[in-house]
Structure formats: C-alpha cells, structure tokens
C-alpha cells in the first residue's frame, strides 16, 4: 500500500515537473501554426481560457494603454456566462479564436465530436460577438493528426504558440517579461491566460499576467518590436 502511495506521488511530481519546465506544444505542433516566418520584428500577444469578468477586463485596459492589439482564444462555456466581456474584446479591435466548449483535452476526441465541440462554441461565439472564428487552439495543445485536419477541413487554422509566457505558474510579472525578452524572436506567438491557474480554467488570480503586459510592451518596442494580431502576423 505505501509503495502504491509512493508510486503514485512520485506519478504526480513527475507530471507536475513536465507541465512546468517543459512546453508539450513542441510535441504536437507540426501542421500547426505556431509560429510566422519573417523578417519583421513582430510578435502576437495570444489570451487563453477566458473571457474573464475580472481578468480580461483588466488586460484589456493594459492592451488599450500600450496600444496592442491581441488574440484572445475564448472557451464557448465561459463565453455563454459572459457574453459581454467577450462582446468588448471584439468591439476593441482585438482577434476572437475558438478554444472549444469545454476545454477538453482532443486527445480522444473523434472527427464528428470535435466538429459538435467547436461549431457548438463558435455558435456562442458568434451569439455573443458577432464574430465567426476561424482560428482553433486546442486545448493545452494536445491534438493528433486526424483532428487537425478535420479542424482543418471545418475552414479552421489550428493555432498553438512558439514562446510559452508559463503565466499560470510564474508568480513573478518580472520573471516573465525577463523570459520572453530573452527568447523573443520575429514572428512569435505568445501564450498567456485571462482566466484561471494551475488548478482552474475559470477565475484564478491572473494579477502577475496583467501586470506583465505594460512591462512587456515597453521592453520589447524598446528592442524594436511591434504587436499585432495572429491575423496580422499571418498576413504579413
Ligand atoms: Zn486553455
């Protein structure tokens, strides 16, 4: 029995070491876009698992501030409690991803059921925003190859990210600006969270994600930098 125990601690440390020092969306992201190349030093700030009542409202005000324009990858479920804080992200100019109802891992997801998932979610997408999305993140990136290209077939691009902010367990805004400083490079797409942590996609305390916006606007247009859309970045 105690061995069991052990096993099964040793099991969770394990997981828990793999989610922190090691980004899974290197795994999965051949036939995504994670990144844009280009000689242009700009990068996409992208939002996950919102909208928040709270927490994108308070990064919206940062984004208006500093004069950024972001992608927001919003999960249908949160969208149907908050049909106007995702009605603002739109109305500020900002680009509306679909993050899926549930926040379901796809993992074991077949065709028709991931299609029900993000027609279901762009639905209430659409209700609440007037938007039609058509760019998909699955959830902590894991998706398999007959997923994206059903994703695909649906008129999605599937979107992950090139440089992980790790906001959901970096408690220190500095450390995060310092991190992306470091690894930034042209045609990044950036991961952060609106909502939620380490044991929640709802709520959460997203202080250090909205306190790292200004610092990190400011540090990289110093280095050159500007901000745009995924859109924007794809587009050229
Ligand atoms: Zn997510």
Redesign the pocket.
């Known amino acids: 029995m105690l061995i069991f125990i052990y096993m099964i601690l040793l099991a969770a440390i394990f997981a828990a070491a793999f989610c922190v020092f090691f980004d899974q969306a290197i795994l999965t992201r051949r036939g995504t876009i994670y990144r844009v190349n280009t000689d242009q030093k700009k990068v996409a700030l992208t939002f996950?698992?919102g909208p928040s009542p709270v927490w994108t409202e308070n990064i919206l005000s940062e984004l208006k501030r500093e004069g950024i324009k972001a992608t927001f990858?919003m999960?249908g479920h949160h969208v149907k409690k908050y049909p106007e804080v995702a009605k603002k992200v739109a109305e500020e100019g900002h680009l509306i991803g679909n993050?899926g109802f549930a926040?379901c891992v796809t993992l074991y997801y077949n065709p028709w059921e991931i299609e029900e998932e993000i027609k279901y979610a762009e639905q209430i997408i659409k209700e609440a925003t007037g938007v039609t999305t058509k760019y998909y993140?699955p959830?902590?990136a894991w998706i398999r190859k007959t997923i994206k290209e059903k994703v695909k077939s649906l008129g999605y691009h599937v979107v992950l990210w090139s440089l992980n902010s790790k906001d959901w367990v970096n408690f220190n805004h500095k450390k995060i600006v310092e991190y992306i400083e470091k690894h930034v490079k042209n045609g990044d797409i950036i991961l952060f969270?609106d909502s939620?942590n380490v044991f929640s996609?709802e709520g959460g305390a997203r202080t250090q994600t909205v306190k790292a916006i200004s610092l990190l606007a400011k540090t990289l247009k110093h280095n050159g930098f500007k901000f745009v859309t995924v859109e924007e970045l794809l587009n050229g």
């Open positions: 996950d698992d990858f999960i993050h926040h993140r959830p902590k969270h939620g996609i």
